[in-house]
């Protein structure tokens, strides 16, 4: 009898959640993301396998399939809370409990049915997994021998052990605080836990110690799999040894007590007495003392209605909104986690190898940006459903539907109520921060800058709540609202993956807003303030719409919605909409106009397409015999407000190849420093060069190479001038790739940069396999053998030793440094110039750099030591000048005596 009552309890619980759409539609919305992440490679972003490993190899499914587990958390967790808390939420568990139902039988039979729920649809990632081998786009070059021995195991070892887990954890929670956002609170520390160990694991010494404390199995993957081979992640999988095997027995062992201790706090007479403490409360409050009967006079009601009545409705409900969240007990719980991540990740923020660094401003900003990413999205999300549907949870819908407000009262009282949680977590992280600050014994403190990072951080949020508001509006399902919002953010993420890159729509999107101490935000203020001014209209319009169709009343048909919603397309609402729309569009045009025509829009792909080109056009010069420079002249001209460069030089080319030279090719796009990116392409414009006579032989403006056939060949010992005349101009803003090395105050860039290039240059072919194979590019050739006469001949450098004479202007308030002494300095109206030259051939790698910096002097013999520094940052100046004179005590004595006059920092 008894395994018959355990048996149609997980049966139920089984036909109950397959009957529901939030089972289906995770399904389709997982199954999907899991299909075109591995069909396409874009999950290769979330894993630590080599770039050239197989997208199928052993070790790689085994831990897509755990990062799928961390990322169905959410769903799973809905179906295991719902299994505790549904007879709670229908009123129907006085019928459970007063049922001849033995404990385990009830509790066991709901665990056992929403986890067999959860494990299908795990088995239908899995397969969708399996299916991506086929589709018709994937890379079958990219795929080994298949084999159902990874999957299997994925599932057995680290799926199904996450699953038994993290339910009987989150079930534990449920069944005790019955308040799914509590458990969802729960959810959130789970996964903070796991993401900030992971990331500590990188810094401990002991990365044993740190595969145990991460709750998933995902870091003792890692371990494991750290110095694998590509041919080990090819074949192998991980051993059930070790780290992870200890990590599986170690957080089994924490569900099964969870499991036991929820078994054993559960009582049918204490979930029976909370209903009756509850009505006995009820009833004793309602009951009225008898009174001796006298006549009640009637309170008459101030009745104000006027332009001013639903914006004083929408604070009284706002307030309402807010404080209800902020006085609740899980609010207090979350804060105070929250508070603690952040005060841990400030204190130990922009160490490098342990070693400690001053709590500036903006580390402390950054520091409540990454401690508080997950637990706010989490609560704008979670807090959303939670205010949208509070009224229909509690079965007052009824009463405040009736309530003689607007619809936008309500909406616009939810969203500002959960703007104000979100500041009032960042406020909180930056008091946070100035606590530690001052702890530490560093008072220079940013107030302005503090108040900025504010705003932007709230205003993100912002976007955020909005977008959540509006998809609970529509989706009729607190949980399928949930989903919903869980698969905008991740495809948000993956459509940028598949190519989807501008920010105009990607929502919240816009181009990055750094800082530094010395520049500010800089240049980086316009295009966000613009991408904000854009996103806003469109948050304005989710607003309008989620207006058009908020819920008051009985629930209706979708038809009957559309056509509700069409009635309400009048007077203030439609007004709202279409000044939004007006706006999106406008300020959206603007953007294309700076980002698509004043510069050139380049995403990921055409970007690797251009380097490809490149290297399929030029790689014939890559062996052409070529002059080294012997000698650079220039003047430079740096405008510092306007970003701007203007460049005028020669080099002195002398053929060391003992033969004639009679090609020259030559490159202005520059050097490349990142994988998928040519860099100034866009803003470097080349004006002139000047050569003896010649013929072109090509001239591709769109890669800047430029090749030349000289009339008379330069002869072996023989010499000859180039000039050239360059100029990088700074137009609008770009979507992406905008320069950080020509800004306002702390311009840096080096001649590999801007100035011109001779033959072809191999940093500039793309490096990655999976790139090279798309392209049809042969794979990346091996560095040179050591015996290898002719790559010895080349360098990236273009030269050998080189002497600089330079003269470098900028604005009247900076100073200017090129290679060399200093022979001359001087002004001329709002410009100052330098005149430096080199006493001796250096290496051909210069740097030129302009800021309004400060200069401390000093000697070492005769030796000129200057350390220039921003004024806001004068630490350790005098530890580094003296750290400078013990080196150069030492390396004299050890090595050799220093050969310059002067040493710059």
């Given at each position: 009898m008894r395994l018959a009552t355990w048996k149609e309890i997980f049966r139920f619980e089984v036909k109950y959640h397959l009957r529901q759409p939030l089972f289906y539609i995770a399904a389709f919305a997982l199954g999907l993301l899991a299909l075109l992440l591995v069909s396409t490679g874009a999950s290769e972003v979330f894993g630590k396998a080599p770039a050239s490993a197989f997208r199928d190899a052993p070790a790689v499914i085994v831990g897509h399939l755990t990062i799928f587990s961390i990322i169905g958390l959410l769903v799973m967790t809905a179906f295991v809370a719902s299994s505790v808390l549904r007879d709670f939420e229908l009123g129907t568990h006085p019928f459970f409990f007063t049922k001849p139902v033995r404990k385990f039988d009830y509790l066991m039979g709901r665990f056992a049915?929403?986890?067999?729920?959860?494990?299908?649809?795990?088995?239908?990632?899995?397969?969708?997994?399996?299916?991506?081998?086929?589709?018709?786009?994937?890379?079958?070059?990219?795929?080994?021998?298949?084999?159902?021995?990874?999957?299997?195991?994925?599932?057995?070892?680290?799926?199904?052990?996450?699953?038994?887990?993290?339910?009987?954890?989150?079930?534990?929670?449920a069944a005790w605080s019955r308040r799914m956002l509590v458990t969802y609170l729960c959810v959130v520390a789970f996964l903070i836990l796991q993401d900030v160990v992971e990331e500590l694991t990188l810094t401990f010494k002991n990365a044993f110690l740190g595969s145990l404390l991460e709750p998933t199995g995902l870091v003792a993957l890692e371990t494991v799999t750290r110095y694998w081979t590509v041919a080990e992640y090819n074949v192998a999988l991980p051993a059930l040894a070790g780290p992870l095997l200890l990590n599986r027995l170690l957080w089994l062992s924490v569900g099964a007590v969870f499991l036991g201790l929820s078994y054993a706090r559960f009582s049918y007479s204490r979930a029976a007495a909370g209903s009756r403490r509850a009505g006995k409360k009820f009833s004793e409050e309602s009951a009225p003392e008898i009174a001796p009967k006298e006549r009640v006079v009637k309170p008459r009601a101030a009745q104000r209605f006027?332009?001013?009545?639903?914006?004083?409705?929408?604070?009284?409900?706002?307030?309402f909104e807010a404080v209800t969240i902020l006085r609740g007990a899980p609010f207090i719980v979350l804060f105070v986690t929250t508070l603690v991540f952040v005060f841990t990740f400030a204190t130990v923020i922009g160490q490098n190898r342990g070693v400690p660094v001053y709590p500036v401003t903006y580390l402390m900003l950054r520091a409540i940006t990454v401690s508080m990413q997950m637990f706010l999205i989490v609560v704008v999300i979670f807090y959303s459903g939670e205010l949208v549907w509070r009224e229909r949870a509690l079965g007052i819908a009824g009463?405040?539907?009736?309530?003689?407000?607007?619809?936008?009262?309500?909406?616009?009282?939810?969203?500002?109520?959960?703007?104000?949680?979100?500041?009032?977590?960042?406020?909180?992280?930056?008091?946070?921060?100035?606590?530690?600050?001052?702890?530490?014994?560093?008072?220079?403190?940013?107030?302005?800058?503090?108040a900025r990072g504010f705003l932007v951080a709230t205003y993100s949020y912002l976007l955020l709540a909005v977008l959540s508001v509006f998809v609970q509006v529509i989706s009729k399902n607190k949980f399928i609202g949930y989903l919903l919002m869980i698969v905008v953010l991740l495809g948000r993420r993956g459509a940028q993956i598949l190519g989807f890159e501008h920010n105009l729509y990607r929502y919240g999107g816009h181009s990055p807003l750094l800082y530094s101490d010395m520049n500010g935000y800089g240049h980086y203020t316009e295009p966000y303030l613009w991408y904000s001014l854009y996103w806003g209209f469109g948050a304005a319009i989710l607003l309008g719409l989620s207006a058009l169709f908020w819920m008051r009343g009985v629930e209706i048909p979708l038809k009957a919605?559309?056509?509700?919603?069409?009635?309400?397309?009048?007077?203030?609402?439609?007004?709202?909409?279409?000044?939004a729309a007006v706006g999106f569009v406008s300020t959206g045009a603007y953007v294309y106009y700076n980002t698509?025509?004043?510069?050139?829009y380049l995403p990921r792909a055409e970007r690797v397409r251009r380097r490809a080109d490149y290297e399929r056009k030029y790689r014939e010069y890559r062996d052409e015999p070529l002059p080294r420079i012997t000698a650079v002249r220039s003047e430079i001209d740096i405008y510092p407000d306007e970003r701007r460069v203007e460049i005028r030089g020669s080099y002195r080319l002398e053929n060391m190849a003992g033969e004639p030279i009679r090609t020259l090719p030559i490159s202005t796009v520059g050097r490349s420093d990142q994988h998928d990116y040519l860099p100034f392409r866009g803003t470097l414009r080349l004006n002139d060069l000047d050569l003896p006579g010649h013929r072109v032989v090509v001239s591709d403006d769109d890669l800047g190479v430029y090749v030349y056939e000289l009339e008379e060949a330069l002869m072996p010992g023989a010499s000859m001038e180039l000039g050239f005349d360059v100029s990088v101009v700074s137009r609008g803003f770009k979507n992406h790739g905008m320069d950080q090395r020509i800004v306002g105050n702390g311009t840096f860039f080096a001649n590999k940069n801007l100035f011109p290039s001779l033959g072809y240059s191999r940093a500039n072919e793309l490096p990655s396999?999976?790139?090279?194979?798309?392209?049809?590019?042969?794979?990346?050739?091996?560095?040179?053998?050591?015996?290898?006469?002719?790559?010895?001949?080349?360098?990236?450098?273009?030269?050998?030793?080189?002497?600089?004479?330079?003269?470098?202007?900028?604005?009247?308030?900076?100073?200017?440094?090129?290679?060399?002494?200093?022979?001359?300095?001087?002004?001329?109206?709002?410009?100052?110039?330098?005149?430096?030259?080199?006493?001796?051939p250096v290496v051909n790698l210069a740097v030129f750099m302009s800021a309004d910096y400060q200069v401390a002097r000093d000697s070492w013999n005769d030796v000129a030591i200057e350390v220039y520094y921003h004024a806001d940052h004068p630490f350790n100046i005098e530890r580094l000048i003296e750290a400078t004179k013990i080196s150069l005590d030492y390396f004299t004595a050890h090595f050799t005596p220093y050969q310059h006059r002067q040493l710059r920092i």
């Open positions: 049915g929403s986890m067999a729920i959860s494990l299908a649809l795990f088995v239908i990632v899995t397969a969708a997994m399996v299916a991506g081998r086929f589709v018709p786009w994937q890379d079958a070059e990219r795929l080994g021998p298949f084999s159902a021995v990874p999957y299997v195991y994925g599932l057995l070892v680290l799926v199904f052990p996450n699953l038994l887990v993290m339910g009987a954890v989150f079930f534990a929670v006027s332009f001013l009545t639903p914006w004083r409705q929408w604070l009284r409900q706002t307030r009463v405040s539907d009736a309530l003689p407000a607007p619809n936008w009262v309500f909406l616009g009282a939810k969203v500002t109520a959960l703007v104000l949680v979100v500041a009032a977590f960042i406020a909180a992280g930056i008091l946070s921060t100035i606590t530690v600050q001052l702890s530490s014994g560093f008072t220079h403190l940013k107030p302005g800058l503090y919605q559309l056509a509700l919603a069409r009635a309400r397309w009048r007077g203030p609402v439609r007004v709202f909409i279409t000044v698509n025509i004043l510069n050139e396999p999976r790139d090279r194979r798309r392209q049809g590019l042969p794979p990346v050739e091996r560095t040179a053998a050591v015996d290898d006469d002719a790559a010895r001949d080349r360098n990236y450098l273009d030269a050998d030793w080189t002497t600089y004479e330079t003269t470098i202007s900028t604005s009247l308030d900076q100073i200017a440094i090129a290679p060399g002494y200093v022979e001359d300095e001087w002004s001329e109206g709002d410009r100052r110039y330098y005149r430096y030259k080199t006493d001796a």
